[in-house]
């Protein structure tokens, strides 16, 4: 269990925080930097879950706990020392994966199949839903680039790519399952 008692600490005053496994790393490392944009992408999912209901708000309610998962299994280097640590770190599983290509292809029965790229818009909760799909892709390309220089879990990689599919098919059913949806005109203002 997490307890926080006191908020600050100062011991990231010069620029440096710890990693799960505590070592000091400097604030723009590229590890610090992957979760971060992760917990980026998990605040806008906030916003977005202000205006959803139902079945949708409990979706991305999951969402966000996946994604503090996500940010769990980034900030612990090593993970070929798994089965070294005193107790086993928190890392992304397949299953997470396969729960988002399960509700992507149920809303995906919902949907007219695109003929048009659509413009990001449309309803609130389809404009912040687009708005997590790019944070999403940034904190895709961040874990990428890291998995560039550290191992890591592929299955961080697989949950982030999978979940900005997720965004744009939730978003499209958030314009009345696509029917409001905003479609470019390529060249319009010519």
Same mark, same amino acid.
């Given at each position: =269990? @997490? ?12 620029? &440096? ?20 944009? @992760? $917990?980026?992408?998990?605040? !806008? ?9 139902? $079945? ?7 969402? &966000?706990?996946?994604?503090? $998962?996500?940010?769990? *299994?980034?900030?612990?280097? *090593? #993970? ?12 992304? /599983?397949?299953? &997470?994966? /396969? %729960?988002?290509? !399960?509700? #992507? +292809?149920? =809303? ?26 790019? @944070?999403?892709? %940034?904190?895709?390309?961040?874990? &990428? /680039?890291?998995?560039?220089? +550290? ?10 790519? %999978? ?17 409001? *949806? ?9």
């Amino acid at each position: =269990m @997490v307890v926080l008692s006191k908020i600050y600490t100062r011991t990231g005053d010069g620029g &440096q925080t710890a990693l799960g496994d505590g070592t000091r790393v400097s604030k723009t490392n590229l590890r610090v930097e992957a979760y971060g944009t @992760v $917990d980026e992408a998990n605040a !806008a999912f906030g916003l977005a879950r202000l205006h959803a209901g139902g $079945d949708l708000a409990r979706q991305i309610e999951r969402i &966000q706990n996946d994604l503090f $998962d996500l940010g769990a *299994d980034l900030c612990r280097p *090593d #993970i070929d020392k798994d089965a070294e640590a005193d107790y086993p770190p928190l890392r992304m /599983a397949p299953e &997470q994966t /396969a %729960r988002l290509e !399960a509700e #992507i +292809d149920a =809303m995906n029965e919902r949907l007219e199949t695109l003929r048009s790229f659509i413009l990001p818009g449309g309803s609130a909760l389809a404009a912040h839903l687009h708005l997590c799909r790019t @944070v999403t892709r %940034r904190a895709e390309r961040r874990v &990428q /680039a890291l998995a560039g220089e +550290d191992a890591m879990n592929p299955a961080a990689l697989t949950y982030l790519n %999978r979940l900005s599919d997720w965004c744009f098919c939730a978003a499209r059913i958030a314009n009345d399952d696509g029917r409001s *949806d905003i479609l470019w005109t390529p060249g319009a203002n010519r």
